[in-house]
């Protein structure tokens, strides 16, 4: 994976992944950190995995699912240490999606 743009997932953001992914998250991150990924996915519904998960990686990016519909707070993601959320229902399910993308925007930005 060595300069290529692959991202692995270290934990998941739903509830269940918890379960199936917690116990080997910070396992992953490291193995992102050996195999040159660009960077890894980590829960914005769990800013604190988020921010012990940034401590392994580095400076390699890190996306954040799980905001919106999950529960997950765009600014706390980005303060725990996520460079970027992603962003599904929240967006697509909203009456207005731009008026929606904006408001997540200035949560991030009031970060």
């Known amino acids: 994976a060595q300069g290529a743009e692959v991202f692995v997932v270290t934990e998941l953001s739903h509830p269940g992944g918890q379960e199936f992914t917690a116990k080997h998250a ?6 992102a950190v050996r195999a040159g990924a660009a ?3 980590a829960p914005a ?6 921010r012990t998960l940034r401590g392994l990686v580095g400076d390699r990016l890190i996306l954040a699912p799980g905001v919106g519909a999950q529960g997950g707070k765009p600014g706390d993601a980005i303060r725990a240490g996520a460079d ?3 962003v599904g229902r929240a967006l697509y399910e909203a009456a207005d999606p731009a008026k929606a993308a904006e408001a997540i925007a200035r949560e991030i930005r009031g970060s």
């Open 26 to 31: 910070e396992e992953f991150a490291r193995l």
């Open 39 to 41: 960077g890894i996915i």
């Open 45 to 50: 519904t769990r800013p604190d995995r988020v």
């Open 84 to 86: 970027a959320v992603i």
